[in-house]
């Protein structure tokens, strides 16, 4: 076979041995092989034939708009239809984004003691990809990051897609899930690049206190990790609490902080996100900036419709936001009243974010080994799905959502009543 090269001075023909190739051998990357999804994996290995007699009642899924009861802001729709009507808005963008965006993304997130402006922000196509390029541009095949436990899975499936270890610090139940900063500490060594910090917390449903966020600044600073902040529920903490971002309470820690309108403004279809430069000292410097913009220039940018409509979305009035939290906590006080009373389980009170984990007593249902058994003979009698906590890397618990309607609230809870009636075991 013949390889054709052309350069300056003309073609030039080399002949390349193929004789070894009289066979078909494709194969997958080695990226795609070490890519792993922990909640696919566990789900679909799960005999999941729910009850024909009964509806199915999802309490799994952590997308809002799936039942219908909740819908983005008018403002928001009508901020994408005027980008389309335009026709100004259907080319490529810079890959990072359109500076217009990223201005209206620097007020929405900045603060009195944590501001930024355009340059700081980076686009991502949704928030999933804004923490893909933050481990990304921090760290390499052979490097660590740590991650919270019970945490969501997606930082686990994409580090190992690229060599980089993922080590788990521990999280409290008995402590409303904070961080256990002494396991955190311990597991820092010379390739750690990151600690990443999840809150509001998916899977737990947790708020963390100012001061706990300075405790755990103070590890970082100590041994000179940057954090990774995951808060894309930053808008959705219950009554009573207040959101205290990472940035806010540094002013020596280098952050890269995530977020986009996926819950906050209950569009996750969408497909917005962003990073949040925060390097006061620049301790990043020019190389993760430009790291960040090499990243963003491999799918070249979220969508222009939508980054059109970016000053909209985010000038939303912080009414809308404060009639979905409402919502939200009908639905968990509902949830956690209801299941405190049934034996064996232990539901952890949540204080913001769309989820609640309850931890069920593994000795009072000897027929039912682990958290996925548990909810997988749950869907098949009583068609109610929960989502087995060893997706979270934290066995006998399960993480319900808070965004259901209130009528299927109260029906899944019956449901759920009647099953551990059943298998409970005194």
């Known amino acids: 076979m013949e390889q054709v090269q052309r350069n300056g001075n003309g073609i030039h023909q080399q002949k390349n041995d193929t004789s070894s190739r009289t066979k078909w051998k494709v194969s997958s990357s080695v990226t795609a092989r070490n890519t792993f999804n922990p909640i696919r994996a566990i789900v679909d290995g799960m005999k999941l034939s729910p009850n024909p007699n009964k509806h199915m009642i999802a309490l799994s ?28 808005n259907n080319g490529y963008s810079p890959s990072f984004g359109h500076e217009s965006a990223r201005t209206a993304v620097a007020s929405f997130v900045s603060s009195e003691s944590a501001t930024v402006n355009a340059g700081d922000v980076y686009l991502s196509c949704g928030c ?73 917390s998916n899977p737990c449903g947790s708020n963390f206190s100012k001061k706990h966020i300075r ?31 990472c940035a806010s309470e540094s002013t020596t820690v280098p952050i890269l902080s995530c977020g986009g ?91 913001a974010a769309m989820y609640m984990m309850v931890g069920f007593d593994r000795d009072r249902f000897p027929d ?15 068609s109610v799905f929960c989502l087995p906590a060893k997706c979270f890397e934290y066995p006998n618990y399960f993480r319900v959502v808070l965004t259901i309607p209130e009528d299927q609230t109260e029906e899944a809870c019956g449901r759920l009543e009647e099953f551990c009636n059943k298998y409970y075991k005194s």
């Open 128 to 200: 999933s990809d804004a923490i893909q390029m933050a481990i990304t541009v921090l760290a390499s095949p052979g490097d660590n990051i740590i991650v919270p436990r019970p945490g969501f899975s997606l930082y686990k499936t994409i580090s190992l897609s690229q060599g980089i270890g993922v080590k788990f610090y521990d999280c409290l139940p008995a402590q409303q899930w904070e961080a256990d900063l002494e396991h955190m500490e311990s597991l820092i060594d010379e390739k750690t690049k990151a600690i990443v910090v999840v809150n509001p």
């Open 61 to 88: 899924l952590g997308d809002p708009t799936v039942f219908g009861n909740f819908q983005p802001p008018e403002q928001a729709v009508k901020g994408i239809i005027d980008a389309v009507s335009k026709g100004t």
């Open 215 to 245: 405790d755990i600044l103070s590890v970082a600073e100590r041994n000179k990790v940057p954090i990774i902040a995951d808060e894309i529920y930053s808008k959705i903490v219950f009554s009573g609490q207040t959101f205290i971002s």
């Open 261 to 351: 309108i996926a819950k906050t403004f209950l569009a996750p279809g969408w497909r917005l996100g962003w990073i949040v430069v925060h390097d006061r000292n620049e301790i990043f410097g020019k190389d993760i900036r430009t790291g960040l913009v090499q990243l963003s220039q491999r799918v070249l940018g979220p969508c222009t419709l939508v980054q059109a409509a970016l000053p909209a979305i985010l000038s939303t009035p912080q009414s809308f936001h404060d009639n979905t939290v409402a919502k939200i906590e009908v639905n968990a006080k509902c949830l956690y009243e209801r299941i405190k009373a049934i034996p064996g389980l232990s539901p952890i009170k949540p204080t």
């Open 368 to 382: 039912l080994k682990d958290d996925v058994a548990f909810t997988e003979r749950l869907v098949i009698e009583q």
